[in-house]
């Protein structure tokens, strides 16, 4: 009868609209279960509308489910708690379209420890937070919760799953919608143990926040992934970041923009500005020449530095525009020796310095000044200016100096491969040729094609007739001398060996012989003392004679063999 009438009055209070609040609380016998609300609203009423429901048996919290109606400002939930257990009260909270409201929705399992689980969403517009939360039965694990938002919303966006039983500490799963600038994290933590948490951090296009690290509480291990705008592409140069028909050169963590042959990249006008090259070669000294072909290695990237940091501080206050390296080649060393002990090695490096196109600098004052800043510098060692006709091939003329090098004259033997191409190379040798006369067409190192003979081949006395390297020598024009070190090195040894053998054998001779000799003395001197005392012989013959001497008188006294007693062995019996 009063459940009734509370129902009455709650469908009077919704037919008047009036603001007031209707509760109905309804507990059911047996156990201790709080009593369970419900609470509802009405279109356009500001006030809170809730049901209260508690199951018997068990202590179960209550649970509450809140709801509310379009354009209304409070806060609606609905939370529901099963019997039975100790769980933590559940809550579901939902808000509509324009509402400004916090939205949640939690739902808890009977049984257990497990503390609460919420799920809380958000509608497209609003700005508050919206997560998600699930929490099994039984166990003590912390609380998961998962967190999403749409688009065009600022708050932070993050889903949490923990699994039940264990102490593992909660994982949390984060994302974030393109246009947000909150952080981004994606968490998993496994169920049962104590390893602490494994983050994995990721930020959509258009952030601007860092993701935060993760620090593992407790345990033994933690792994983390970081990724988003705080680390750049993998790739360099991709998408190219030089501007007009400048092309990106990537190193091993860096990049620079090379522009096409006379030209400079002007980096605050992002383009290719035409300028005045001054060839030449440096030498500089580096602590190691592995890997400087690379132009993606570390020693590429340090041995640029270095030449980019010389040159600039040397024009830091002229038109200078920019240093481009052509080739770099290490230096023949003095000797073995040197270069073991010392702790630097020499190498060559070509490079162009580019100026302004109206720039005053000539070639003259471009090597004075490298010179003068050479003696301050420590790895610098030389410079040597090149004549701007003999870098791109051309026949030297005083009037132009070749700065007009699409319209000068090739070298003999040179010529363009391409009329817009400033360089002049040789594309075929001066003379011919023939394989069957021991002959190849080589490249030297001014760019000049020359006729020269095949590896283990020489011209000997001016003859132009490739012949046959002579003994140990080989490789181009027989300059290599493996085979006759080999040689002689292999004879040395082989006559040391041969020495050692023939000392051996003396020596092992010499001990034989000197044992027999010695055992000859220890005989001899036994038998000139050997006596024959039974029979009256000695050993002492005549004219030296081994023969004893036969006593041939009668002796005065005949021994009497009976006369020592203790001489003579006497039977047992």
Known sequence: MKGFLLLSLSLLLVTVGSSSQASSTTSSSGGTSPPTTVQSQSPGSSSQASTTTSSSGGASPPTTVQSQSPGSSSQASTTTSSSGGASPPTTVQSQSPGSSSQASTTTSSSGGASPPTTVQSQSPGSSSQASTTTSSSGGASPPTTVQSQSPGSSSQASTTTSSSGGASPPTTVQSQSPGSSSQVSTTTSSSGGASPPTTVQSQSPGSSSQPGPTQPSGGASSSTVPSGGSTGPSDLCNPNPCKGTASCVKLHSKHFCLCLEGYYYNSSLSSCVKGTTFPGDISMSVSETANLEDENSVGYQELYNSVTDFFETTFNKTDYGQTVIIKVSTAPSRSARSAMRDATKDVSVSVVNIFGAD??????????????????????????????????????????????????????????LNPQVPFCVAVTCSQPCNAEEKEQCLKMDNGVMDCVCMPGYQRANGNRKCEECPFGYSGMNCKDQFQLILTIVGTIAGALILILLIAFIVSARSKNKKKDGEEQRLIEDDFHNLRLRQTGFSNLGADNSIFPKVRTGVPSQTPNPYANQRSMPRPDY
């Open 359 to 416: 720039t005053k600098e000539t070639e003259k004052s471009v090597s004075s000044a490298i010179e003068t800043a050479i003696k301050t510098s420590g790895n610098v060692k030389d410079y040597v200016s090149i004549n701007l006709c003999d870098h791109y091939g051309c026949v030297g003329n005083d009037s132009s100096k070749c700065q007009d090098i699409l319209q000068c004259t090739c070298k003999p033997g040179l010529d363009r």
